[in-house]
């Protein structure tokens, strides 16, 4: 379709020269790690590293059989659905208010976009300390409705510490994404729906919604994505995934039972697990979001 | 089906940008009014401020007995077809049409019976099913006026529906909205920049410029008696010739040319004088203008002969097989002059009937 713009080069081995800093990147920092996980996890280590030994599935079907395991993926879906659908909701809420505002929306939006330029173990402690169950000031607050907050003891409380801390960081992007989605919703359309006899509320949830499904079905990939892999130093720096593991969510299960525990063998089958769920979801992401819009 | 009676109407935006001043317009029930003028004249804003997209600053409007100016835009009993078509992209042609009536808690069987009834009428019914993506420029057309028919609202207001649309198909949809208006009776206000669409469309023509009426009329009214030199510039195809002139007594001096008028000063001194084109006519010997041809354009049906007179500009229409002479002098009845003021370009009448035109009877028979 467009041959006709397409610029031929004669050289042959020019457009691998360009791209051989890229691939060479891809392939020392991304293909390499990710074979040696692969192949890792088909094998046991001594204690000293002096031998491995193939073991085939074993740490997989292991890994099938641990309730810690099985767990900590119970505790991933939780709070991966809850991250996604909190920063997704109150991304979108935001982008609403700021789209409907006349003036003063350049503004807004610079400040609602400043947590995303946070640095995920920042954005963790600086809820850590708001959360502190001595010193912080929402605990004072609860205190007064009869709750006693304390994350380092309450399996709940540090869960809903981390999904607060992830959440908070990804609104801004939502925002930014849903913004750009409503802006580019014809203003004729709104106004015919007006006409129609549509009040702003039902215009929002009959046009404005169906026409930012591609927005939302990407961003919802995107969102579970972060979930999966971007939240470990939030975890490192507020929970640990304590206490009793009820905050030890794959992406952080990984580093503990390798790096902490050195079982390198099951680390790495987890690794491989969890970059599966994500070639899934990038799959998914790649066949259906480009085709799947929904007009 | 109502009447509209706009009232002293006027627009000022946000940091005292004034867009429209003045208006002035009692539309008849069952009437097809255009609003006509070039970009930036008002005419679309006057038209959402009928519908209600726009806040009304000054005056009120009425539609029917009942003023609107704080009715929401659904609650005023109106459709609109826009320029873009404003489809909804995610609904089928049939949810399109059904959406307003939905809405408004109308029966399904109701429902039902109106969109197969516009669907039928408007050609469309095998397309009910489709996305409007799927549907070429003239199809979409027909929706977005679907969706105004179907929910049988007391006025129709078009904003530019056809100028999307190519040369054509134009041609083609200009009848069908005649029609279908003929057909149902409704009230409609049309809006448009192009003269030779408001010219065939209207019952009765509203000239803006500036955010002000220039004139009203009937098509024939108003080409026939612009009420000033913009409207004569603007109505009609080719445009009006407009020179400047001096009346000396019975004589008109063009330049170097003079006519005699046989009666026909309206006043004397410094004018702006107008002649259609087709008014024009070549003439032999020594009577008339000299006329230095620069260019034609051929038509086919008619030869545009451009040239000037003296250092001014004229365009002339001629049949198409006439000869274009060597040394070509021009005439015009002086009975088809049209004579404009120099200061403020306003219609010089020497019966003074141009107060006369704007408020004729509508429709005009056309003899």
């Given at each position: 379709?467009?041959?006709?713009?397409?610029?031929?080069?004669?050289?042959?081995?020019?457009?691998?020269?360009?791209?051989?800093?890229?691939?060479?990147?891809?392939?020392?920092?991304?293909?390499?790690?990710?074979?040696?996980?692969?192949?890792?996890?088909?094998?046991?280590?001594?204690?000293?590293?002096?031998?491995?030994?193939?073991?085939?599935?074993?740490?997989?079907?292991?890994?099938?059989?641990?309730?810690?395991?099985?767990?900590?993926?119970?505790?991933?879906?939780?709070?991966?659905?809850?991250?996604?659908?909190?920063?997704?909701?109150?991304?979108?809420?935001?982008?609403?208010?700021?789209?409907?505002?006349?003036?003063?929306?350049?503004?807004?939006?610079?400040?609602?976009?400043?947590?995303?330029?946070?640095?995920?173990?920042?954005?963790?402690?600086?809820?850590?300390?708001?959360?502190?169950?001595?010193?912080?000031?929402?605990?004072?607050?609860?205190?007064?409705?009869?709750?006693?907050?304390?994350?380092?003891?309450?399996?709940?409380?540090?869960?809903?510490?981390?999904?607060?801390?992830?959440?908070?960081?990804?609104?801004?992007?939502?925002?930014?994404?849903?913004?750009?989605?409503?802006?580019?919703?014809?203003?004729?359309?709104?106004?015919?729906?007006?006409?129609?006899?549509?009040?702003?509320?039902?215009?929002?949830?009959?046009?404005?919604?169906?026409?930012?499904?591609?927005?939302?079905?990407?961003?919802?990939?995107?969102?579970?994505?972060?979930?999966?892999?971007?939240?470990?130093?939030?975890?490192?720096?507020?929970?640990?995934?304590?206490?009793?593991?009820?905050?030890?969510?794959?992406?952080?299960?990984?580093?503990?039972?390798?790096?902490?525990?050195?079982?390198?063998?099951?680390?790495?089958?987890?690794?491989?697990?969890?970059?599966?769920?994500?070639?899934?979801?990038?799959?998914?992401?790649?066949?259906?979001?480009?085709?799947?819009?929904?007009? | 089906?109502?009447?509209?009676?706009?009232?002293?109407?006027?627009?000022?935006?946000?940091?005292?940008?004034?867009?429209?001043?003045?208006?002035?317009?009692?539309?008849?029930?069952?009437?097809f009014i255009v609003l006509v003028g070039p970009s930036?004249c008002?005419k679309?804003?006057?038209?959402?401020?009928?519908?209600?997209?726009?806040?009304?600053?000054?005056?009120?409007?009425?539609?029917?007995?009942?003023?609107?100016?704080?009715?929401?835009?659904?609650?005023?009993?109106?459709?609109?077809v826009?320029q873009?078509y404003?489809?909804?992209?995610?609904?089928?042609?049939?949810?399109?049409?059904?959406?307003?009536?939905?809405?408004?808690?109308?029966?399904?069987?109701?429902?039902?019976?109106?969109?197969?009834?516009?669907?039928?009428?408007l050609e469309?019914?095998?397309?009910?099913?489709?996305?409007?993506?799927?549907?070429s420029g003239g199809q979409r057309q027909r929706?977005?006026m679907?969706?105004?028919?179907?929910?049988?609202?007391?006025?129709?207001?078009f904003d530019e529906p056809l100028s999307n649309l190519d040369a054509k198909l134009r041609v083609s949809m200009r009848g069908e909205i005649k029609r279908l208006q003929r057909r149902?009776?409704?009230?409609s206000?049309y809006v448009t920049h192009d003269q030779l669409e408001a010219m065939t469309l209207a019952d009765r023509l509203v000239v803006l410029n500036?955010?002000?009426?220039e004139q009203?009329g009937s098509p024939l009214e108003v080409y026939h008696t612009p009420a000033s030199t913009f409207v004569a510039s603007f109505i009609g195809s080719p445009a009006m010739n407009l020179v400047k002139a001096?009346?000396?007594?019975?004589?008109l001096?063009i330049g170097p040319a003079?006519i005699?008028?046989?009666?026909?000063?309206?006043?004397?001194?410094?004018?702006t004088v107008g002649m259609r084109a087709e008014d024009l006519r070549v003439v032999t010997g020594d009577k008339g203008m000299p006329f230095a041809v620069e260019y034609v354009e051929e038509l086919g049906s008619q030869r545009l002969v451009h040239g000037v007179v003296g250092d001014q500009s004229l365009t002339i229409a001629l049949s198409g097989e006439t000869e274009i002479p060597a040394n070509m002098r021009i005439d015009i009845d002086p009975a088809k002059l049209h004579f404009f003021?120099?200061?403020?370009?306003?219609r010089?009448?020497?019966?003074?009937?141009?107060?006369?035109a704007?408020?004729?009877?509508s429709p005009a028979p056309v003899a």
């Amino acid at each position: 379709m467009m041959d006709t713009k397409r610029t031929t080069f004669q050289n042959k081995w020019l457009p691998y020269v360009l791209l051989a800093p890229q691939l060479f990147i891809t392939l020392i920092f991304f293909i390499w790690p990710a074979g040696q996980a692969v192949k890792s996890s088909f094998e046991r280590e001594d204690p000293f590293g002096f031998s491995t030994v193939f073991v085939g599935l074993q740490h997989y079907a292991r890994l099938m059989q641990d309730p810690n395991y099985l767990d900590s993926f119970l505790r991933t879906a939780v709070f991966a659905v809850a991250v996604t659908v909190i920063s997704m909701l109150l991304g979108l809420l935001f982008a609403v208010a700021v789209d409907r505002l006349m003036r003063s929306a350049r503004v807004y939006t610079t400040l609602l976009v400043w947590p995303y330029a946070v640095a995920p173990v920042v954005a963790g402690v600086l809820w850590f300390f708001l959360f502190n169950s001595s010193t912080g000031i929402l605990p004072y607050y609860l205190s007064f409705f009869g709750i006693k907050w304390d994350h380092n003891l309450n399996g709940t409380h540090a869960m809903i510490l981390i999904i607060i801390a992830a959440a908070w960081k990804q609104i801004s992007y939502n925002f930014l994404f849903f913004l750009a989605g409503l802006q580019s919703v014809p203003h004729t359309l709104m106004e015919a729906a007006a006409i129609d006899g549509s009040g702003p509320i039902k215009r929002f949830f009959d046009i404005s919604l169906p026409l930012l499904s591609p927005t939302t079905f990407f961003l919802f990939i995107v969102n579970v994505n972060y979930t999966m892999f971007d939240t470990f130093s939030i975890v490192d720096a507020t929970t640990n995934g304590g206490p009793a593991q009820s905050t030890n969510i794959l992406v952080y299960k990984v580093y503990q039972d390798g790096y902490l525990g050195l079982n390198l063998g099951s680390s790495s089958a987890q690794s491989v697990l969890l970059m599966l769920i994500v070639i899934v979801l990038i799959f998914v992401q790649f066949r259906f979001v480009e085709r799947r819009v929904q007009y | 089906m109502a009447s509209i009676d706009i009232e002293s109407v006027g627009k000022v935006y946000t940091g005292n940008v004034r867009a429209v001043t003045d208006i002035n317009l009692a539309i008849k029930d069952g009437e097809f009014i255009v609003l006509v003028g070039p970009s930036g004249c008002g005419k679309s804003t006057l038209l959402r401020m009928l519908a209600g997209l726009e806040t009304i600053s000054e005056g009120a409007v009425k539609i029917g007995a009942r003023v609107v100016n704080q009715v929401e835009p659904a609650d005023r009993d109106i459709a609109m077809v826009f320029q873009n078509y404003a489809l909804y992209p995610h609904m089928t042609v049939r949810q399109n049409l059904e959406y307003g009536l939905k809405n408004r808690k109308t029966p399904k069987a109701e429902i039902d019976a109106r969109v197969a009834e516009a669907a039928r009428m408007l050609e469309i019914t095998q397309y009910l099913d489709r996305k409007p993506r799927a549907l070429s420029g003239g199809q979409r057309q027909r929706v977005a006026m679907g969706r105004a028919i179907v929910r049988k609202p007391s006025v129709f207001l078009f904003d530019e529906p056809l100028s999307n649309l190519d040369a054509k198909l134009r041609v083609s949809m200009r009848g069908e909205i005649k029609r279908l208006q003929r057909r149902l009776g409704t009230t409609s206000i049309y809006v448009t920049h192009d003269q030779l669409e408001a010219m065939t469309l209207a019952d009765r023509l509203v000239v803006l410029n500036g955010g002000k009426i220039e004139q009203v009329g009937s098509p024939l009214e108003v080409y026939h008696t612009p009420a000033s030199t913009f409207v004569a510039s603007f109505i009609g195809s080719p445009a009006m010739n407009l020179v400047k002139a001096e009346c000396q007594g019975d004589k008109l001096v063009i330049g170097p040319a003079m006519i005699s008028l046989n009666g026909y000063a309206p006043t004397s001194g410094a004018v702006t004088v107008g002649m259609r084109a087709e008014d024009l006519r070549v003439v032999t010997g020594d009577k008339g203008m000299p006329f230095a041809v620069e260019y034609v354009e051929e038509l086919g049906s008619q030869r545009l002969v451009h040239g000037v007179v003296g250092d001014q500009s004229l365009t002339i229409a001629l049949s198409g097989e006439t000869e274009i002479p060597a040394n070509m002098r021009i005439d015009i009845d002086p009975a088809k002059l049209h004579f404009f003021a120099q200061a403020d370009g306003k219609r010089i009448s020497a019966a003074d009937r141009s107060g006369a035109a704007a408020d004729a009877p509508s429709p005009a028979p056309v003899a």
